[in-house]
């Protein structure tokens, strides 16, 4: 027998408030039981979940794990455009003239994460 992962956990400042933003970003819900000021807070996705856990440290490094999302109903520049109105920040620009490549943001509280070409795009 082998392990699955059942979400992946991330430390944070707000927990409710980055799992809200990330419920958002995915399509998700948080908990029934996750308020305001909670330490955790889960984000439910069709897919993996998110654990959110808040920790007294702040973020001083890059990541050494990130989420690439791929748009499901839209193109990549217009999911990017989605969650820079959502609060994200564009933290690097790899898209190319060619239609090809990515984009990096960060979210509410810093943490890296990339948003790449639809199914639709790469068909094309």
Same mark, same amino acid.
């Given at each position: 027998?082998?392990? @699955?992962?059942?979400?992946?956990?991330? !430390?944070?400042?707000?927990?409710?408030?980055?799992?809200?933003?990330?419920?958002?970003?995915?399509?998700? @819900?948080?908990?029934?039981d996750d308020n305001p000021g909670d330490p955790e807070a889960l984000v439910k996705t069709p897919g993996v979940s998110l654990l959110f856990i808040q920790v007294p440290e702040g973020k001083t490094?890059?990541?050494?794990?990130?989420?690439?999302?791929?748009?499901? !109903? /839209?193109? =990549?520049?217009?999911?990017? $455009? /989605?969650?820079? &109105?959502?609060? &994200?920040?564009?933290?690097?620009?790899? =898209?190319? $003239? !060619?239609?090809?490549?990515?984009?990096?943001? &960060? !979210?509410? $509280?810093?943490?890296?994460?990339?948003?790449?070409? @639809?199914? &639709?795009?790469?068909?094309?």
């Amino acid at each position: 027998m082998t392990s @699955s992962v059942r979400h992946v956990t991330i !430390d944070c400042a707000d927990a409710y408030r980055l799992g809200t933003f990330w419920a958002e970003v995915l399509g998700g @819900s948080l908990g029934e039981d996750d308020n305001p000021g909670d330490p955790e807070a889960l984000v439910k996705t069709p897919g993996v979940s998110l654990l959110f856990i808040q920790v007294p440290e702040g973020k001083t490094v890059k990541n050494r794990l990130h989420l690439d999302l791929q748009p499901q !109903d /839209r193109t =990549r520049d217009e999911e990017v $455009e /989605r969650l820079l &109105a959502l609060g &994200a920040t564009l933290f690097g620009d790899h =898209r190319r $003239e !060619d239609g090809t490549g990515w984009a990096t943001l &960060a !979210d509410i $509280e810093g943490n890296e994460f990339c948003v790449e070409r @639809s199914a &639709a795009e790469r068909a094309g």
